[in-house]
């Protein structure tokens, strides 16, 4: 199972990191300035940010397998058509809507970071060349081809669970064998939300994560490539800087997830914060350093791409208790992917009135030293579990 997985995310990374690969090409072809091109991925991550929490409970009713075969055969459709584009709408539609839905479905799969970060290494440079060399279409379909390659793998050896396979999950004692969760998805995913907008830490950490996107795939996922091209780096080369992130992404995450079992999580995300907030805050010259200035900020700017990720994870489960934990965390991942959208779009438009990124990373920079004083304010000690989301039945499909 972990292996069909790792296949999947690593076809998976190619559309996520398509966009900040046609941005300069689609700009050059139909002359569609950046805002433009960027309210596209806005569209694309605000989906597949408030698209989260639903899937989470499709899962839990439906199982792993069937979302994601049908997000991946959702996203090649949105990413296959875009080759016959000629009009923003048809942008918005198809890689906003469509591509953003399929996205959004697999969002609880492609939490899996060390698969995402071999994806992109694999890809980015790969994308980066065709669209230098061969059109942006062909990246296009490349990552269409890419999701239908991995759709029979994923129905034909992924299960929903240990079970499945008469196996029990890392470290249970007894074997998980009850039914799928009951009831309406929907409902389930809003009693989530409802459990956790009256928790003053619940806004904390989305709060924070809103942040955490806002300073990496919103940011740097999306525009670090058209901002180095406009230093007079080649597409090649820039996607394979990006591609690099993903080596250190993996290496700090990591380190990250044993630190978390080690030390207070709060502070942790402190230092997470603060520390990346410095690096965009360097990033805007580092462009002017040739390449030295920018392999520091990769191999700095690296190891804290996903770093965030275990010790918030962490908070929320000690917060909201293991029955909970889900679906609320889904919400606190909506919140991460909407900051990403609200900076994909914001960047977009800096660029295209101001002529440059400096202000963006700057921005940028600054919201991080903000979150690392709001994570501070979390609480220490752990609440009450309390009542679950649903019926035991239902409540134990959540752990």
Not at 28 to 35: D, Q, S
Not at 92 to 109: D, I, K, N, P, R
Not at 186 to 204: K, P
Not at 348 to 376: H, K
Request: net charge positive.
């Amino acid at each position: 199972m972990a292996a069909v997985t790792f296949v999947a995310l690593m076809g998976a990374a190619g559309f996520r990191a398509t966009p900040g690969v046609l941005i300069v090409p689609l700009q050059n072809e139909f002359g569609w300035n950046r805002a433009v091109i960027s309210f596209a991925v806005f569209i694309n991550l605000v989906l597949f940010g408030l698209t989260g929490p639903f899937a989470a409970a499709l899962m839990n009713r439906f199982g792993i397998r069937a979302v994601t075969v049908g997000a991946l055969g959702t996203v090649a459709t949105g990413a296959l058509l875009t080759t016959v584009m000629t009009a923003p709408w048809q942008l918005y539609l198809l890689w906003g809507v469509v591509v953003g839905l399929g996205t959004g479905c697999m969002a609880s799969v492609l939490a899996a970071t060390a698969a995402g970060a071999t994806g992109q290494l694999i890809f980015l440079p790969f994308l980066g060349w065709l669209a230098q060399n061969r059109g942006w279409r062909s990246a296009a379909i490349t990552v269409g081809v890419a999701a239908l390659a991995v759709v029979p793998i994923v129905a034909l050896f992924l299960r929903n669970r240990p079970a499945d396979l008469g196996l029990r999950a890392l470290g249970a004692t007894d074997p998980d064998t009850g039914p799928l969760a009951a009831g309406s998805p929907i409902r389930n995913a809003f009693r989530g939300l409802g459990l956790g907008v009256r928790s003053r830490d619940f806004w904390l950490l989305a709060g924070s994560f809103f942040i955490c996107g806002a300073s990496t795939n919103g940011l740097i996922g999306t525009h670090l490539i058209p901002a180095s091209m406009d230093h007079g780096m080649a597409e090649v080369t820039a996607a394979s800087l990006l591609a690099v992130i993903g080596v250190f992404d993996v290496v700090g995450t990591l380190v990250s997830g044993v630190l978390t079992d080690r030390f207070d999580s709060r502070w942790l995300l402190f230092w997470y914060y603060g520390l990346r907030g410095l690096s965009l805050l360097f990033l805007p010259y580092a462009f002017g350093t040739a390449y030295f200035g920018l392999i520091l900020f990769i191999v700095f700017y690296g190891l804290d791409w996903v770093a965030t990720v275990p010790p918030t994870i962490q908070l929320a489960r000690k917060l909201f208790g293991p029955q909970n934990f889900t679906i609320v965390y889904g919400w606190i991942f909506a919140a991460h992917q909407l900051g990403a959208a609200s900076i994909a779009f914001a960047a977009g438009a800096v660029r295209t009135f101001f002529g440059d990124y400096q202000l963006a990373f700057m921005s940028s920079g600054l919201l991080c030293l903000i979150a690392a004083g709001l994570v501070l304010r979390i609480v220490r000690t752990r609440p009450s579990e309390g009542r679950g989301l649903s019926t035991p039945a239902e409540a134990a499909a959540y752990t």
